[in-house]
Each structure stands twice: as C-alpha cells, then as structure tokens.
C-alpha cells in the first residue's frame, strides 16, 4: 500500500511539478475570496446544526414546522438582507446609525459580492437563533414576519453600529469581532420578546408555578446539530478575519477550547445544582462557550479563552434555570445559550483583552454595547411581535397546538408510520391538499 501511495505522489509531482505553482503568482485578492468563501459555506453549515439541534429538542408532531422554519430563514433572509439589510449594515455611515447606500447590490468588485455571501450567512444566523425558541406554538407565516423584520432592519441596524466603520459604537472602540452580541445576543433579546407575547406551551407550567419537563424527540439529532454548528463556528470566527493570515490559527484555536470548556463548566454547574449529566446541557454548554468566545477569539490569550467558554457554559444552565423561575418557555434554551452567554463574552472580550487587561474604560464601553443591544433589539422585537400578534397572528389555537404544527401548519408529518392511526390526520390532509 505504501508503495503504491508513494507512486502516485510521484506521478502528481511528474506532471504537475512544483515549479509550475511557485512560477505564477497567485493574486492576494482571490487568495482572502477563496477563505471567505469557504467560511462562508462552513458558517452555512450552522443553518442544518440549528435544524437539527432544534427539531431535536421539539416533540415529533413539530419535527417538520421546525425544519420548515430553518430551511426557510436562509432563503427569505437572503434576499431580505441582500435588498435592504446589507446597505444599512454596512453601506456608507456619515451619521453613525445606519448605512445609505448598497442596497440591492448589482455592481462592484468580485471581493464586494463575496462579503455580501459572507454576512448573508451571518444574518440567517441571527434569525434563526429565534425559531427554537418559540417553537411548537407559532403560526409559521407568522414567524416567517418575524425573520424578515430581524434580517432586514433590527440586525443590520445595530450591526451597522458595530460593524461598519462609521458606527458609533464602533468609533468608541467597542469589542466585538465576530458577533457574540451583534449575531447572537440579538438574535436572544428577538427571541425572549417572542416567548414573551406568545407565552408558554400548554402544560409547561403548572397553576401553582411547578414546572413541567416536556423532553425533545430525538437527542441523537441534538448531538449532530451541536457538532455542525462547532464546526460552522470555526468559519464563523475564522472567516470573521475577511483575510488570510497567521492569525485564523490562534481565532480557531481559542474557537474551540472555548467550546470544549464551555461543555465541562455546564455539566460542573450541573452538579452543583443536582441535575444529572444531561446530554442536552453538555451540548447547549459547548455552544454557550462557543457564542461567548465570539466576541473576543481574536484579541484573547488561550487561557482566557478557556475561562471565558467554561463560564459561558456555566452561565448557560443558570440562565435556563432562571428562563423556568420566570415561567419564559424557552423550548432550547436559545436566550440562555445565546443571550446571556453572548453578554458575558462580550464583556470577557474587554476583561481579558491582550495587552490592556483588565481596563475600566474599556469595559464601560463593553457594557455600555450590551445595553444599547438589549435595549434596541428587545423592544423593537417586541413591538414587532406584537403587530404580528394582532395582525398575522401570532400564536396556533390550543387545538392545532394539542395535534402538532406539522400537520396543522405543513400538512405532512416527520414520522409518518407513528401517525397513522390518528383519527384527524387523512381529513386535514386532504383538506390542505384541496383533494
């Protein structure tokens, strides 16, 4: 075997000699586009670990309506953010807010459509953090409103703050590389405002506040979603460079140790609060190390990196436990994983910043951003919802909620052979089809 490996080497190198490549330059342009354009499909890999990640965590009569939902934010929130999102986001910023110009992007340069797929990726991200969150109980044209408003106006605008040279905060030199607040933690505050106004599911909570478990279907489909969405996080930090250098190394490195740290100090916190060693904390743990690394995965010593996803994860199983205290039916625990642990990467991005520790300054403007995200994002989002409450509709009726939005909302169902014998299945069915 060996032999015939070392003749194959040999071959490739007869008629592709080296010479040939290091003859031709090769032009940095399409070097830093070929990166982000990888990272840009890699960060689209997070969409189907959301998909299955979320699906996994709902009941079986939900499994389509949350697939549904994901598949469906990264088309509507292309184009949305293509037409509209992108140019406030990032189009000129003479006022700081938001950006006037690149809307519906049609010329420009090979590297200024490469950065538009990569921040599309970024947007559906952002939206999508929002539907496991209030699933198994939203009308889906309902939710699908909700997509377009945050992927068209709520993210972009505080992200043209952050992210675009002219923002605001970004002029005061707020921490943010990647997006623990600009992606993740507007995609919570989007998300805690729809459970908000849509209140929990039937049978949650009890009348006398005892809390219900109502377990996921499928914890084999949690697993993979969290190990697609590790993956798509290293080109989520990684490419978050836009070029290619020695510093993707450290940002992927200190990626993951912050994920394995963030899965260690869920299951510590586990313990500590007497709750077994469940699957599904370990893997929401590893992503809150993960969203809390974010922000700071650039500019971070691997120490700190470790520290900063270890109380990620801790942070993580105690924000759900406050999720439940509050009675806020949140199905993965999205506000948690991304919300909370999304403020305190933001805030370990100053504590721990390379070479300037520690620095009082520096953390004021650290908090000053978190703030001014929840505070813009919470209440537009509210106020967002609440029009699509009284309008679209919001919430299903208790019957289509009691039967599954899979059939109610789709009128097909995930596992169709468990389905068989219900009585309702082949009349909606058929009513739906106009058969």
Known sequence: MKAIVSLLFAAIALVFPLSTFADEAVPADAIHTLWIVVAGAMVFMMQ??????????ARAKNAVNVMMKNYMDICVGALLFWALGYGLMFGANPSGWIGTDLFAMSEGGGLDYTLLFFQI????TAATIVSGAMAERTNYFGYLVGAMGITAVIYPVFGSWVWNEGGWLKQMGFIDFAG????HSVGA??????????????????NNGETHMIPGHNLGFVAIGGFLLWFGWFGFNGGSTLLVGTDIGPIVLNTHMAGAAGAVGALFMSSLTRQPALLTNAVNGSIGGLVAITAGCATMDIPYAVLTGFIGGLVTVLGFIFMEKMQYDDVVGAVSVHGFAGVWGTMAAGIFLKGNMFDADQIMV??????????WVFFSAYLMYTVISKTIGLRVSTMHEQRGLDITEHGEVGYPEFNRDVAYLSEHVKELHKI
């Open 189 to 206: 505050w989007c998300a805690l405002a729809g459970i908000m106004i849509l209140g929990p599911r039937l049978g949650r909570f009890g």
């Open 180 to 183: 623990s607040t600009v992606v």
């Open 366 to 375: 650290q908090l000053l951003g978190v703030s001014v995200a929840f505070l």
């Open 121 to 124: 990726m970024f947007a559906a």
């Open 48 to 57: 189907p670990g959301f998909a299955m990640l979320e699906s996994g965590m």
